[in-house]
């Protein structure tokens, strides 16, 4: 199936910085999703995004809908240590076809 | 109750043996999915159903059964399985099939010897 590209693969940040991280795709999603998975667990969703240009944000957490529909982005404000983990975009598109992206992981330097 | 379960948390086997993991929802979702993750990579998608019924299997090898006994019950049953099988299996679930917003349990990992 499709897979949809994130960038970076991996950050080293100090805490308190901020974090921005893309996703990328050759095809156009209806829903860009936004999920954090802690090791170990199961992969937690952040934020949804439903419209091409939509800003949405979840506390120190935001992230765009790419007017293209072919992109998303997700910022992370202050960076803390819990943030540690790995972050999966998705999208959904027509016909109920949903693809992962390849994962950015994240770890703060206390 | 926003939570999908799964049991076992942990799970080893050898390869002639028969297994079961099992997934439970009680948020009245009507897809329920399993996905197979591998260290550092996203999640594979391997069954699909919906309204109970298996809607979708991406070519998942049939030592991998799924069952779904009702409409807040997933199995997975498992029988000589091999060591690449080793892996994080995950359950999820959704409204309808279609719907983006998966909710997805903790996850059983599995080690094959």
């Known amino acids: ?12 940040i100090q805490e308190g910085e901020d974090v921005s991280m893309n996703c990328t795709s050759s095809s156009i999603f ?16 952040l934020i949804a995004l439903y419209k091409a240009g939509e800003l949405t944000s979840n506390g120190r957490l935001t992230a765009q809908f790419g007017i293209t529909r072919k992109d998303s982005f ?10 540690v983990g790995i972050y999966f975009c998705a999208g959904q598109g027509a016909g109920n076809q949903f693809y992962f992206g390849t994962g950015t992981s994240l770890t703060v330097i206390p | 109750d926003t939570e999908v379960t799964q049991t076992p948390k ?28 591998k260290a550092k990579k996203p999640p594979e998608l391997m069954f699909v159903y919906s309204y109970e019924k298996l ?22 049953h498992l029988h000589a399985l091999q060591p690449e099988d080793s892996a994080l299996y995950l359950c999820a679930s959704s409204r309808n099939f279609g719907d983006g917003w998966k909710f997805f349990g903790p996850g059983t990992r599995l080690t094959v010897l």
Request: some cysteine; hydrophobic content about 30%.
């Open chain 2, 55 to 76: 809607s979708i299997n991406e070519s998942v090898p049939s030592r991998f059964s799924p069952e779904c006994p009702n409409s807040s019950l997933l199995n997975l």
């Open chain 1, 1 to 12: 199936g499709q897979q949809l590209n994130q960038s970076p693969q991996s950050m080293f």
């Open chain 1, 30 to 45: 209806n829903t860009w999703l936004w999920y954090k998975q802690d090791p170990g667990e199961g992969p937690v969703l």
């Open chain 2, 10 to 37: 942990h799970l080893v086997m050898g390869m002639t043996n028969k297994k079961s993991l099992k997934c439970e929802q009680h948020m009245g979702h009507r897809a329920m999915y399993w996905y197979k993750q």
């Open chain 1, 74 to 83: 997700l910022n992370i404000s202050a960076s803390i240590p819990s943030d």
